[in-house]
Nanobody, 130 residues
């Protein structure tokens, strides 16, 4: 069975930082891009960041570029999202995604949340106070 597990969410004040982690269990994740989406209450799930299968190329939503950093570890089934300068607008459940069909970070961004990904994590809540 292939699945993803997120950790690191929590409650922070505006301007604070959090680091999210996602670990994939299974054999397929290392061959594909992995990334993060988020969904605020009552809103659509939207792209945040992704990293290519190789770990060399990343993509970020305009709303987080310059504040968030995605990184893929040498163990290619593990990714992290370092979130800095957090704002209330960042409050959402953050979901890790990976597996087929995308190998490039850009393809994951373009495809969006509705694509048929191999696996989704169950989500971790990030709350930023105003």
């Amino acid at each position: 069975q292939d699945y993803l597990a997120e950790s690191g969410g929590g409650f922070v004040q505006t301007g604070g930082s959090l680091k999210l982690s996602c670990v994939g269990t299974g054999s397929k994740f290392s061959d594909y891009a992995m990334g993060w989406f988020r969904q605020a209450s009552g809103k659509e799930r939207v792209f945040v960041a992704a990293v290519s299968a190789s770990g060399a190329i990343t993509s970020y939503a305009d709303s987080v570029k310059g504040r968030f950093i995605i990184r893929r570890e040498n163990a290619e089934n593990t990714i992290h999202l370092q979130m800095n300068s957090l704002q209330p607008e960042d409050t959402a459940v953050y979901y890790c995604v990976g597996g087929p069909p995308f190998r490039s970070a850009q393809a994951m961004e373009v495809a969006g949340a509705s694509a048929n990904y191999g696996a989704w994590g169950q989500g971790t809540q990030v709350t930023v106070s105003s």
